[in-house]
């Protein structure tokens, strides 16, 4: 009894042990705690029993599990990230790691379930050094940015966050900006690419810019003027190789009949687009049509043989800028030829 | 050239935090300092002789004849002050006008000149690029009051600079500053911090310290050129809030900044300038390479620590408390026995 008295004694006065303030207010009873503890096992358990009774009655897979823990996962992930807090690090672009990988498995969905990508060449993306990627621009929205990012980064052996170059007038659009700077995005600017590219990443460059992305669906698959060539230039500096690649599918998310110019003056934008679906559904049109891609990655074309210097070489910029262009051109057709159909 | 050591250095503006801060780092270091202010310095006035002078007034020059003053800090740049935009026009355009007016006549004795400006001068905007080096100031954009004010002085710098090759010339822009009293670090630590919807800025920030340590250095390790002061890697506006404590609440509309502003001063009690309206939906970021590989030094907190070190108190308080009047005489009366003092074994020899 009195050992027990020193016990207590020395466990109150003790420093090591962390004072714990006792929680105030109503608690519920012990069972029912330990129920909502043990809650997520109980219903992971009454899904897996669920599904496979329904595969013996049905036969099929009717609750995928894999994809229900895929959305557990992301729901859990989602949680941790937010009681991080303020304690969590960016880079100097603003770029945060773990949320963005968080955001994956959604993309990944649209990748795998909702476009079908098929991807080829990827193994041409290098696994470490910077390299520079240049791609078609197409679809109103840059979905296929964000389809290239989920491509090297679940189908490359070594998974590597791409870094795209956005037009500035989206970087000065709310929300928008706070996305795209989060997920890794920088400014389209000469002088972001060469940074990053100094910092051996992997920078996602659309030379067509919003020319390509705001131009009608009777153009589509035919690649507009590729700017001025300055993304050769950057490359040639930098000494980057420079990797095309060619994007189908993207074409047909948004089908864009007309373009109502004075409306996007009006809000700022670069082009207002009028689709079988937008605006006349309203949010409803801004859900993309699931259309079947392909994304090629061409064998890189290297630059090391080339001195800085020539990044000033006009001509040399030029025809270098046409090469990339009729290389992503040729894989649109070829990949053109390769889809069985438009939706398939 | 060979290597100049300031040997009489004027420090304008010491009466701000910054200036008394710089004022009493460079006293061990330099045989004779003064400073001059329009109003009374609160502090630091033992090691230097303090000289009651408006930089907007002419009399500038003569002070700086009449002292025979070789280095020039000036540090009378209003950027972060709850004055109306025309007296900030006034002492930041006006009064460096007159200091280098007072420096650039061709007797002049001024060899150095340090000029502070601060990372407003380039401006935030979405079309710029992530970070700004020391030559990307946009001429060309309708800059907002003071950023307009900044830009023009420092053409006036720059001007000075080609005319007068005998004179070294430094400029440091300076990165935002989070100490108690400015404007930035008051809204950070509002409880309910209102943002912009839809923005989450990166901040750069610079400490105190480094601060005083940057001016102190340029002016002690003498480099000529234009030089971007602020601490290493950035955070966001929404890390920032959440390391005070406080809560971002995004509910100032994105467009029409002026109204949020008139809101703000209305409901939060904080007046925000427009130039920060600016920063805090796009974010100014400097790229500080040149301090690192000219002056070789880099600021010892990083933008990070700078916020810890705010959030926990622990921020420098330059500032004294206000010296009550008696202390104010006694000071005066000590800075008079010194001065006899040293004239004492001049008149000897």
């Given at each position: 009894m009195i050992v027990q008295e020193a016990r207590e004694e020395r466990r109150r006065?003790?420093?090591?042990?962390?004072?714990?303030?006792?929680?105030?207010?109503?608690?519920?009873?012990?069972?029912?705690?330990?129920?909502?503890?043990?809650?997520?096992?109980?219903?992971?358990?009454?899904?897996g029993e669920l599904s496979t009774r329904l595969r013996d009655i049905t036969g099929r897979n009717v609750i995928d599990l894999n994809r229900l823990m895929e959305v557990a996962q992301f729901v859990y992930q989602q949680r941790e990230l937010a009681r991080r807090g303020p304690n969590f690090m960016v880079d100097d672009f603003g770029f945060d790691p773990a949320w963005t990988e968080s955001l994956l498995i959604a993309f990944k969905a649209l990748y795998r379930d909702y476009w079908r990508v098929e991807t080829t060449g990827v193994e041409h993306v290098p696994s470490s050094g910077r390299a520079l990627l240049v791609a078609n621009h197409a679809g109103v929205l840059p979905w296929d940015g964000t389809m290239i990012k989920t491509a090297v980064f679940t189908e490359h052996s070594r998974p590597r966050h791409v870094r795209a170059l956005v037009a500035s007038q989206f970087m000065g659009m709310p929300a928008l900006s706070w996305f795209l700077r989060r997920t890794?995005?920088?400014?389209?600017?000469?002088?972001?690419?060469?940074?990053l590219l100094e910092r051996d990443e992997l920078v996602l460059v659309f030379p067509e810019g919003t020319r390509g992305t705001g131009k009608g669906f009777k153009d589509r698959y035919r690649l507009r003027r590729f700017g001025r060539g300055g993304f050769v230039s950057t490359a040639i500096r930098?000494?980057?190789?420079?990797?095309?690649?060619?994007?189908?599918?993207?074409?047909?998310?948004?089908?864009?009949?007309?373009?109502?110019?004075?409306?996007?003056?009006?809000?700022?934008?670069?082009?207002?687009?009028?689709?079988?679906?937008?605006?006349?559904?309203?949010?409803?049109?801004?859900i993309p049509l699931p259309s079947k891609w392909r994304i090629q990655f061409h064998a890189p074309i290297e630059v090391s043989h080339l001195d800085p210097k020539d990044a000033d070489d006009q001509h040399l910029v030029m025809a270098m800028a046409d090469d990339v262009r009729d290389i992503i051109q040729r894989g649109l057709y070829e990949n053109l030829k390769l889809r069985r159909g438009v939706f398939l | 050239m060979p290597p100049f050591s300031p040997h009489r250095v004027l420090v304008t503006g010491v009466s701000n935090p910054l200036g008394a801060e710089v004022a009493r780092r460079l006293a061990p270091q330099v045989p004779f300092l003064f400073g001059c202010d329009k109003v009374d310095p609160v502090s630091a006035l033992e090691e230097m002789d303090f000289v009651h002078a408006d930089t907007r007034l002419s009399v500038i020059g003569k002070l700086v004849r009449q002292l025979k003053i070789d280095t020039v800090v000036h540090l009378a740049v209003m950027v972060d002050s709850p004055t109306e935009e025309r007296s900030i026009h006034e002492t930041d355009v006006i009064g460096t006008m007159n200091v280098l007016v007072g420096c650039a006549a061709p007797s002049s004795p001024v060899r150095r000149l340090v000029v502070?400006?601060?990372?407003?001068?380039?401006?935030?905007?979405?079309?710029?690029?992530?970070f700004f080096s020391e030559d990307m100031t946009n001429w060309d954009k309708p800059a907002s009051g003071i950023t307009r004010d900044l830009l023009e002085m420092e053409q006036l710098v720059s001007e000075f600079a080609l005319r007068n090759e005998h004179c070294g010339v430094t400029v440091l822009r300076l990165g935002l500053r989070v100490s108690e009293d400015t404007t930035l670090a008051r809204y950070l630590s509002l409880p309910i911090v209102p943002t912009f919807a839809g923005f989450d800025p990166r901040l750069q920030l610079l400490h105190e310290d480094?601060?005083?340590e940057a001016v102190?250095?340029?002016?002690?390790?003498?480099?000529?050129g234009v030089f971007n002061v602020a601490g290493d890697g950035v955070i966001l506006l929404s890390q920032a809030i959440g390391i005070m404590g406080g809560r971002p609440a995004p509910v100032l509309p994105p467009y029409g900044r002026w109204l949020s502003r008139l809101g703000l001063k209305a409901l939060a009690g904080v007046e925000m300038p427009a130039h920060l309206a600016d920063i805090l939906s796009f974010g100014v970021v400097m790229d500080c390479t040149r301090l690192v590989s000219e002056l070789g030094w880099r600021p010892a907190y990083s933008t990070r620590q700078t916020m810890d070190a705010l959030a926990s108190g622990k921020n420098v308080d330059l500032v004294e408390p206000p010296s009550p009047p008696q202390e104010y005489e006694l000071q005066v009366f000590l800075q008079q026995r010194r001065r006899r003092r040293q004239q004492l074994p001049a008149g000897r020899n």
């Open positions: 006065t003790s420093k090591k042990a962390e004072i714990v303030a006792p929680r105030q207010g109503f608690r519920l009873p012990r069972p029912i705690r330990r129920l909502q503890r043990q809650a997520p096992t109980i219903a992971l358990r009454a899904v890794g995005q920088a400014v389209g600017h000469p002088d972001d690419t060469r940074r930098a000494q980057a190789p420079i990797i095309p690649i060619s994007v189908v599918g993207s074409e047909e998310i948004y089908p864009m009949l007309a373009d109502l110019g004075p409306v996007a003056r009006l809000f700022g934008l670069p082009y207002f687009p009028l689709t079988p679906f937008w605006p006349w559904l309203g949010p409803l049109g801004l | 502070k400006s601060s990372a407003v001068v380039y401006g935030a905007s979405p079309s710029d690029p992530s480094d601060a005083a102190v250095r340029s002016v002690i390790g003498a480099r000529p």
